[in-house]
Nanobody, 124 residues
Framework: EVQLVESGGGSVQAGGSLRLSCVYS????????LAWFRQAPGKEREGVAA????????SYGDAAAGRFTISQDNAKKTVYLQMNRLQPEDSAMYYC?????????????????WGQGTQVTVSS
């Protein structure tokens, strides 16, 4: 059984930072993409960042805009999203996704497994 468990969300003031973590288990593919998406109320889910499990070449969506960094620790089976200079428009539920099946890395439809999400709220 594949499980993705996100943590690290919370409430911060504009300009602050958060680091999200996603611990995964049960993945059988040796090299799959892991990604972070976010979804605000009334908006579509959008890709934030993605990385292949055996690569350190990340992909970023427009939302990352040079403020976010995706990284991974394969020994801990954990993928991180460091978010700096947060703004109120970054407020959303952030989801971890895994087991990329094709298409664009930053499009939700390409992923088979999803976590439950962790809420990020940024106040002005």
């Amino acid at each position: 059984e594949v499980q993705l468990v996100e943590s690290g969300g919370g409430s911060v003031q504009a300009g602050g930072s958060l680091r999200l973590s996603c611990v995964y288990s049960g993945l059988t593919s040796g090299d799959t993409a892991l990604a972070w998406f976010r979804q605000a109320p009334g908006k579509e889910r959008e890709g934030v960042a993605a990385i292949y499990s055996r690569s350190d070449s990340p992909s970023y969506g427009d939302a990352a805009a040079g403020r976010f960094t995706i990284s991974q620790d394969n020994a801990k089976k954990t993928v991180y999203l460091q978010m700096n200079r947060l703004q109120p428009e970054d407020s959303a539920m952030y989801y971890c996704a895994a087991d990329f099946r094709g298409g664009s890395l930053l499009v939700p439809g390409g992923y088979q497994y999803w976590g439950q999400g962790t809420q990020v709220t940024v106040s002005s």
